[in-house]
């Protein structure tokens, strides 16, 4: 099992940066899978990012590729998300996601979520 608490979040200008973090529970953290959602109100939870257990590949969805960057440091059971040039359009609870078996975009795959952090992209 692993708990996951997102921080970072908050009220920001167009084209400015934000970076989330995502600090898990636990000794195993590098045994899992890691990534990035978000759901916008009324809208489905999508997926952002994601990075494989070492750290060495990451996916990203289209909206966000070049703009955002996803990174771990196992060391401190942390995973990360540089928010660059943010546009309205990113605003949204981003959630953080876990697990040990799945490496995918499709959110019911991962199992277990932290309680979100709001993100509020101003024009």
């Known amino acids: 099992q692993v708990q996951l608490v997102e921080s970072g979040g908050g009220l920001v200008q167009a084209g400015g940066s934000l970076r989330l973090s995502c600090s898990a529970s636990?000794?195993?953290?590098?045994?899992?899978?890691m990534a990035w959602f978000r759901q916008a109100p009324g809208k489905e939870r999508t997926f952002v990012a994601a990075?494989?257990?070492?750290?060495?590949?990451?996916d990203y969805a289209d909206s966000v590729k070049g703009r955002f960057t996803i990174s771990r440091d196992n060391a401190k059971n942390t995973v990360y998300l540089q928010m660059n040039s943010l546009k309205p359009e990113d605003t949204a609870v981003y959630y953080c996601?876990?697990?040990?078996?799945?490496?995918?975009?499709?959110?019911?795959?991962?199992?277990?979520w932290g309680q979100g952090t709001q993100v509020t992209v101003s024009s």
């Open positions: 990075i494989t257990k070492s750290g060495a590949s990451t």
């Open positions: 996601a876990a697990d040990y078996a799945h490496y995918t975009r499709v959110n019911v795959n991962w199992d277990y």
């Open positions: 636990g000794r195993t953290f590098s045994r899992y899978y």
